[in-house]
């Protein structure tokens, strides 16, 4: 629909212009909240930086892993990182590894950056819609006509138009009710770690319901698609994260 945007003789892909926008507000939030926590906005900026990096190479690399059948014969292009292309479990860990290289030798805790990464980690997962929406990824199962009131007339990645799912505005919206959720909860007190873990949870489920409408192709395991293993396996992660961080609060305050 849209996949690229010009600013004169400089082009970019819509869908990495969107998500580099949002990690630019996630740093500026990181920045923003240090002082809250009582920690230097500089360090946590820094921290933001690594665990941005983190995620756009584990983002890349878990996208071409799950494109092997093209990568394999395209191996270099798994470097171009402005061109788009990231699978967001790859990007979790990447940017957790990220994370961890900055903090581990600098003692500064990981737990309270990565809960107020909450909030926009769910923004990213809007923009990530939008940017699909406009590049036309992750399009929705194709419908007969006058069967599915909410259908939309959307290309796929080969420029098929045809009545879909409308699988960007699903994912859109599901992620902006995340977010405002997040947002009206930022002063809430949670477990550490607490927060994170269930972003994580709600975007993958968001992401698992809306890979059963989706029509583009994906390779398969065991007859489920790859990209619906990966985010049950997600939400899985999430719920235990989320069930330790409990049990570790718990533990603390029965120690106190």
């Known amino acids: ?21 949002g990690v630019i507000a996630s740093l500026a939030w990181l920045w923003a909240r240090a002082p809250a926590h009582g920690r230097e906005p500089l360090r946590w900026l820094d921290a ?8 756009f190479i584990g983002g890349r690399l878990a996208f071409a ?14 470097l171009n990182l402005w061109e788009g292309g990231y699978a967001w479990p790859g990007a979790v860990f990447g940017g957790l590894i990220g994370l961890l290289i900055y903090c581990a030798p600098r003692r500064e805790p990981t737990l309270p950056i990565l809960d107020e990464l909450a909030l926009p980690a769910t923004l990213l997962s809007a923009l990530g819609w ?15 006509p006058g069967t599915l009131p909410f259908a939309v007339n959307w290309p796929d990645l080969y420029g098929v138009v045809l009545p879909r ?3 960007h505005l699903i ?12 947002f009206s909860q930022r002063e809430r007190t949670w477990p550490s770690g607490f927060r994170f873990a269930l972003a ?52 603390m305050n029965e120690k106190g």
């Not at 929406?133 to 194709?142: I, L, M």
């Not at 994912?171 to 997040?182: I, M, P, R, T």
């Open 1 to 21: 629909m849209f996949p690229t945007i010009g600013f004169g003789p400089v082009v970019f892909s819509t869908y990495t212009l969107l998500i580099d926008l």
């Open 48 to 55: 933001g930086l690594f665990t941005a990096a983190g995620a």
């Open 65 to 78: 892993f799950g494109n092997w059948a093209y990568f394999q014969n395209h191996f270099f292009e798994m």
């Open 130 to 144: 939008i940017g699909c929406a406009a590049v036309s990824c992750a399009s929705g199962k194709d419908v007969p």
């Open 165 to 167: 799912w409308p699988t």
């Open 171 to 182: 994912g859109l919206g599901l992620s902006l009710l995340a977010a405002a959720y997040f």
């Open 200 to 251: 994580i949870t709600l975007i993958a489920a968001v992401t698992y319901l809306v890979s059963t409408v989706r029509g583009d192709d994906m390779p398969l395991v065991s007859g489920w698609r790859l990209d619906t293993v990966a985010d049950a396996v997600m939400i899985i992660i999430g719920g235990v994260a989320l069930v330790a961080a409990w049990a570790l609060e718990k533990r």
